[in-house]
T-cell receptor, first 118, second 113 residues
Framework: GAVVSQHPSWVICKSGTSVKIECRSLDFQATTMFWYRQFPKQSLMLMATSNEGSKATYEQGVEKDKFLINHASLTLSTLTVTSAHPEDSSFYIC??????????????FGDGTRLSIL | AQTVTQSQPEMSVQEAETVTLSCTYDTSENNYYLFWYKQPPSRQMILVIRQEAYKQQNATENRFSVNFQKAAKSFSLKISDSQLGDTAMYFCAFMYNNNDMRFGAGTRLTVKP
């Protein structure tokens, strides 16, 4: 079945550094990728939607300059948290939509990245 | 804007019993899709069951079934013969056309032995 690989699964870094998270569709072409943020015991909150070759669409309240999203190919999207601070610590999940998506599997989710900023 | 509401933050059920998780949503769209996702402690998102709004027949997947009431904008999930492995967070989700998926706040289900 379709698989989405998200890397890294866990990252710990110092405050002020930038962190890049990758989301790859392994056996299908993803024209659209979604980035979610999930705080402990809470729901998935959509941060942005990225379409291959165009700028990402950010949800209200999400800082574009803070969370840089690049979707340069049909199989790869990246989320870069710039100048990360402790309040950016969270669980980040990507999902990818097959350009020939079906109702049976509208989105394929990555396994998530646990980001901890010290 | 579409909103999804899950009014039960936590629920528990005895093993082998049946439990129903509630979900309501708000939309002005007529054709849309509804889903239930399971998120176990591993935090993987697992699609449990799906429903197309234009279909009146309630979807079923083995022990999982839904009660879809379009007029009431309600989409509840029934888990029969609950198993310990059903312990997880359950999210109700809404999607229309090729747009993004919106999730409810989730219900934490614990199956007790």
């Amino acid at each position: 079945g379709a698989v989405v690989s998200q890397h890294p699964s866990w990252v710990i870094c110092k405050s002020g550094t930038s962190v890049k998270i990758e989301c790859r569709s392994l056996d299908f072409q993803a024209t659209t990728m979604f980035w979610y943020r999930q705080f402990p015991k809470q729901s998935l909150m959509l941060m942005a939607t990225s379409n291959e070759g165009s700028k990402a669409t950010y949800e209200q309240g999400v800082e574009k300059d803070k969370f840089l999203i690049n979707h340069a190919s049909l199989t790869l999207s990246t989320l870069t948290v710039t100048s990360a601070h402790p309040e950016d610590s969270s669980f980040y999940i990507c999902s990818a939509r097959d350009q020939r998506w079906t109702f049976n599997q509208p989105q394929h989710f990555g396994d998530g990245t646990r980001l901890s900023i010290l | 804007a579409q909103t999804v509401t899950q009014s039960q933050p936590e629920m528990s059920v005895q093993e082998a019993e049946t439990v129903t998780l509630s979900c309501t949503y708000d939309t002005s769209e007529n054709n849309y899709y509804l889903f239930w996702y399971k998120q176990p402690p591993s935090r993987q998102m697992i699609l449990v069951i799906r429903q197309e709004a234009y279909k009146q027949q309630n979807a079923t997947e083995n022990r999982f079934s839904v009660n879809f009431q379009k007029a009431a904008k309600s989409f509840s999930l029934k888990i029969s013969d609950s198993q310990l492995g059903d312990t997880a967070m359950y999210f109700c989700a809404f999607m229309y056309n090729n747009n993004d998926m919106r999730f409810g706040a989730g219900t934490r289900l614990t199956v007790k032995p």
